[in-house]
């Protein structure tokens, strides 16, 4: 037997509470008023219940339909134990055996939830927001992007070189709506690659210049690269591998990029590879943009079975592992190629071949 359980009774009209001692009578708990002469309240214990969630520490604030503006509030817990047979309703919100830490791990769980949710379902729907992010903010991130790139690399800057490719550049890209201006900067380095950040920002490092044997096969890559920088798969690529973290950066412009996302982005940039659809796009706009500039296109095959002769031989160059499946797009290459201008007079070409020093 439980006795002695008292609480406070608020009936919702009168603004003052009265002290009550609570009693069971049959199906009914009844308040009788400790300090006041007044009636004493009768609770059906079938429709008691609690107005919010309970836990350790916190009062039991109970109310009753049939006094539907008042509450009973009691500190003392015994209550639960003590009505609990016949006050069903009394349970359901009556969460104490659990405590704070319960809470804190169902909020927790929540929270965990959300982050999922956000870090599968968003970096997708991301990738949709490509076209609509501004040019200007992605040429601001591949602008520090490059210049991360160059922190540990030597740039070649043959004046007459740069000049002759930066007029290459600017010939292929006049064939494309693109929303940038490109540009093109040369590393010195062992490595047969060419990659293009956001915004339409072009890096070569210096062994393709030594793997490609005409211009047109420069042009080739460098068509490429445009194009992928027209169709925004370097925006697109980051979008998804970085979510929303990039968006924000982006925003922020380029004075608040933290390095550590800069660094990750530069990162990705050297190692991610495009989808092969987004190859096949790239490579197709690349042909389109040759053509318009009346470039020879024969060169598009040629550096692509050059690759593969040297991946026959011995190391596998970065441009063949940064644009998976040679095979088909040697043969669509052929089927599109055709004759035309070349892409740089033979002294430039040797310039330009010669940039780096070697
Ligand atoms: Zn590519």
Redesign the pocket.
């Known amino acids: 037997m439980i006795s002695a359980i008292e609480g406070w009774w608020s009936d919702g009209h009168t603004a003052s509470r009265r002290r009550v001692r609570l009693a069971r009578a049959g199906g009914q708990l009844r308040l009788v008023g400790i300090e006041s002469g007044a009636e004493a309240v009768y609770l059906g214990l079938a429709d008691l219940r609690l107005t919010e969630e309970v836990y350790r520490g916190q009062p039991l604030r109970l109310a009753h339909p049939d006094w539907p503006d008042a509450i009973l509030t009691i500190e003392d817990h015994r209550l639960i134990e003590w009505l609990y047979d016949d006050a069903p309703r009394l349970r359901r919100r009556y969460l104490a055996r659990h405590g704070a830490r319960w809470r804190f791990a169902v909020w927790g769980g929540a929270l965990i939830a959300v982050l999922v949710v956000l870090t599968l379902a968003v970096p997708r729907a991301m990738v949709l927001l490509a076209p609509s992010v501004p040019a200007a903010w992605a040429e601001a991130l591949g602008e520090i992007t490059v210049e991360t790139l160059a922190s540990n690399r030597s740039t070649c800057r043959e004046p007459r070189a740069q000049a002759a490719l930066e007029e290459l550049v600017a010939r292929l890209a006049a064939g494309a709506d693109a929303p940038y201006r490109f540009t093109v900067r040369v590393f010195e380095s062992p490595v047969a690659n060419a990659v293009t950040t956001t915004g339409g920002h072009i890096v070569i490092f210096s062994g393709l210049l030594e793997l490609g044997q005409t211009p047109e096969e420069l042009a080739a890559v460098l068509a ?1 690269e445009i194009a ?1 920088g027209v169709e925004r798969h370097p925006l697109k690529a980051l979008l998804r591998d970085m979510g929303y973290r990039l968006l924000v950066a982006l925003m922020a412009g380029d004075a608040s990029v933290g390095a550590d996302l800069v660094s990750e982005a530069a990162r990705l940039t050297l190692e991610r590879s ?1 989808s092969r659809a987004d ?1 096949a796009a ?1 490579d197709e706009l690349a042909m389109t943009l040759l053509h318009r500039a009346g470039i020879d296109s024969r060169g598009v095959a040629r550096l692509f079975q050059r690759l593969v002769e040297q991946k026959e031989r011995t190391t596998v160059p970065a441009l063949l592992s ?2 998976p499946g040679l095979a088909e797009r040697i043969a669509a290459a052929e089927t599109r190629q055709r004759s035309g201008k070349p892409a740089l007079t033979s002294s430039t070409w040797r310039a330009v071949r010669a940039m780096c020093g070697r």
């Open positions: 490429h992928h495009h190859e790239a940064t644009h």
